[in-house]
């Protein structure tokens, strides 16, 4: 969990609707292996996912810290600005799940995100 309305989760755990809210894939590819009707993702805003040259950057090394600034900075580009608006009217109104495929939610790029979307 995150700020007030804000939730992370893998998107391979079971939906949970009393709780869930709206549900949000927050990754550019749809995760191996999962089906739409099972991942129960009401929006996939891909522009708001890191690009696929900062992923593969990462993925080849790169530092959790300096890609932390790199993604940051994605989001801060003129691509970002309707999605984020768009999120942050979702969570505003009701909760809002943020799914990702990583093991770890907390520790990954929803968690930046969960914190850009934050009043």
């Known amino acids: 969990m995150t700020g007030r309305n804000i939730r992370l ?35 996939w805003p891909k522009e708001l996912a890191p690009s696929t040259e900062l992923r593969k950057w990462f993925h080849g090394g790169g530092s959790p810290a300096e890609f932390r600034v790199r993604y940051e900075e994605e989001l801060a580009g003129a691509g970002a600005g309707a999605g984020l608006d768009r999120l942050r009217s979702l969570a505003a109104a009701g909760p809002l799940t943020l799914l990702t495929a990583v093991r770890d939610p907390a520790d990954s790029h929803a968690a930046i995100l969960a914190e850009h979307l934050a009043p």
């Open 9 to 43: 989760r893998r998107v391979y755990d079971p939906p949970e609707p009393e709780a869930d809210g709206v549900r949000v894939l927050v990754d550019r590819l749809w995760p191996r292996g999962l089906s739409k009707e099972a991942a129960a993702v009401d929006e």
